[in-house]
């Protein structure tokens, strides 16, 4: 038995397991379904068991199939690691992974001042995509924004702390009247992104006490450089908005924030890297980097 051939297999087994038909894994592998039944036959032989159940309506796993299924996912998600991180350390190129409004906001000119300083650095940035399987390889990583790291299998470096504001425009609050309690904000034309918590639970910074804020009318927006534009415009207050976002119109007036002795708990910026008995260079120069930068950035706290 060829191992490069039942590792083949396994992968075309695992594909026919997710589609749940042998002619939709067919059309997905660019083969044909006699062809993947052939080499699922020849991969039951190899293993000795009858992996999968056939019926008019499908494909699914027997209590073998599941089992050789649970064993095999892993191992084969390793090896695409390795490859990938074999690929990528032949082209000298690393991959960082940025949630979508990080990426368009914040992060481009943290990595344009790191490819200044460390020219030789090959850096490609994405955008995470919700939902999207995380990479596991050694010279890809990734920004978490989240309380506490929930990704058990990378190795997290906290960067900075994101403080959370409520916030409007002067002109709004003119015309709809100020809000002296956390209760008042239901009163008023709140804009919030679906990243927000229901409800918006504030903390006074003094006392300690919790509120908690109904967001059912609040309006949602798509996200948080859009909630931005609004409240500048004088749409309504921002409910949950990242303070460093709207530091600078803070600064000028432009904005105010709304009930700044109560505040939501704030977010923390993570990076992330796969872990490693031998990390590369570039995956202990980056966090590093990013926290001198979030020292710079006002409406942060590094670290």
């Known amino acids: 038995m060829s ?6 297999r396994s992968r075309y087994f695992l594909r026919t397991l997710r589609s749940g038909s042998i002619g939709r894994a067919a059309d997905s592998l660019g083969m044909g379904a006699p062809q993947l039944s052939r080499e699922m036959a020849k991969l039951e032989r190899e293993t000795g068991s009858t992996l999968l159940i056939r019926s008019s309506s499908g494909v699914s796993a027997t209590r073998e199939g599941a089992a050789f299924a649970e064993w095999i996912e892993p191992l084969i998600g390793k090896l ?10 032949a082209t000298g190129e690393s991959t960082l992974w940025i949630p979508g409004w990080l990426e368009a906001e914040l992060f481009p000119a943290w990595l344009a001042g790191f490819r200044k300083v460390h020219p030789e650095a090959r850096i490609v940035s994405r955008e995470i995509v919700p939902g999207a399987p995380a990479s596991r390889s050694a010279f890809s990583y990734r920004i978490a924004e989240e309380r506490l790291p929930s990704d058990e299998g990378m190795i997290a470096v906290r960067i900075a702390e994101v403080p959370i504001v409520n916030a409007a425009s002067p002109d709004y609050l003119a015309k709809a009247g100020d809000v002296l309690e956390p209760e008042g ?21 003094k006392s300690g006490e919790f509120r908690g804020v109904d967001l059912e009318r609040a309006t949602v927006s798509g996200s948080f450089i859009t909630v931005r534009n609004q409240i500048r415009s004088a749409a309504g207050i921002a409910a949950g908005i990242p303070r460093f976002l709207i530091e600078r119109e803070l600064k000028r007036g432009e904005l105010v924030e709304v009930l700044p002795e109560w505040r939501a708990e704030p977010e923390v910026l993570w990076f992330m890297r796969p872990p490693s008995r031998y990390p590369s260079l570039l995956g202990l120069q980056l966090p590093a980097w990013f926290r001198e930068q979030a020292k710079r950035t006002p409406g942060l706290i590094a670290g």
């Open 3 to 8: 191992k490069s051939d039942f590792l083949l």
């Open 80 to 89: 695409d690691e390795v490859e990938e991180s074999v690929r990528a350390g």
């Open 185 to 205: 904000l239901g009163l008023h034309e709140l804009i919030v992104t679906d990243a927000v918590e229901r409800p918006l639970v504030l903390r006074n910074l």
